[in-house]
T-cell receptor, first 113, second 112 residues
Framework: NAGVTQTPKFRILKIGQSMTLQCTQDMNHNYMYWYRQDPGMGLKLIYYSVGAGITDKGEVPNGYNVSRSTTEDFPLRLELAAPSQTSVYFC????????????FGSGTRLTVV | EDKVVQSPLSLVVHEGDTVTLNCSYEVTNFRSLLWYKQEKKAPTFLFMLTSSGIEKKSGRLSSILDKKELFSILNITATQTGDSAVYLCAVVQTSGTYKYIFGTGTRLKVLA
């Protein structure tokens, strides 16, 4: 049981480049989330999804896009990368019973130069 | 504005010490409060608290919630170097769907 798998683990982008952060879960969870974690700033919600075909903005959605064509996959797209998007990105999922909390992926460290 | 505040921001102790980490919150439509431990990788789930005064316990870790005073504490007794991590508090808010609001975390370093 792999849980939540994120790729890549590290990436350096140049300003203006685009990329997609991949997130896959094999727990049949309906709820999936993308967070970014800046030093000393805690986790900020970028986008979330309550099921396949449904996505919604979180606190800091600007500069990002998501899609949820299947229950398993929730990719995060960065268009026109900016230095302000340098951060660690976490994907998470949870089942319908929130009592077990989130299961997080291992994170993607992104640097935009 | 909804917020979750953790204190202290960082803490250095020696092995065997007992530590208390604090999480206070001002959140509308409160549903539950969760504690996570984050080492070098992703946060891992520790506890979920929904009712006041009921202690959750797992080994040397325990946590309790006070919904009247709007805070929770996480206690770690007989600390070990493996307890060194960032401890995150998150409040779950219900407004149609569940929204998690995270604190900035407490960085704990346990010295041998």
């Amino acid at each position: 049981n792999a849980g939540v798998t994120q790729t890549p683990k590290f990436r350096i982008l140049k300003i203006g480049q685009s990329m997609t952060l991949q997130c896959t879960q094999d727990m049949n969870h309906n709820y999936m989330y993308w967070y970014r974690q800046d030093p000393g700033m805690g986790l900020k919600l970028i986008y979330y999804s309550v099921g396949a075909g449904i996505t919604d903005k979180g606190e800091v959605p600007n500069g990002y896009n998501v899609s949820r064509s299947t229950t398993e996959d929730f990719p995060l797209r960065l268009e026109l990368a900016a230095p302000s998007q340098t951060s660690v990105y976490f994907c998470a999922s949870r089942g319908d019973r929130e009592g077990f909390g989130y299961t997080f992926g291992s994170g993607t460290r992104l640097t935009v130069v | 504005e909804d917020k979750v505040v953790q204190s202290p921001l960082s803490l250095v102790v020696h092995e065997g010490d007992t530590v208390t980490l604090n999480c206070s919150y001002e959140v509308t439509n409160f549903r539950s409060l969760l504690w996570y431990k984050q080492e070098k990788k992703a946060p891992t789930f520790l506890f979920m608290l929904t009712s006041s005064g009921i202690e959750k316990k797992s080994g040397r870790l325990s946590s309790i919630l006070d919904k009247k005073e709007l805070f929770s504490i996480l206690n770690i007794t007989a600390t070990q170097t493996g307890d060194s991590a960032v401890y995150l508090c998150a409040v779950v808010q219900t407004s149609g769907t569940y929204k998690y609001i995270f604190g900035t975390g407490t960085r704990l370093k346990v010295l041998a």
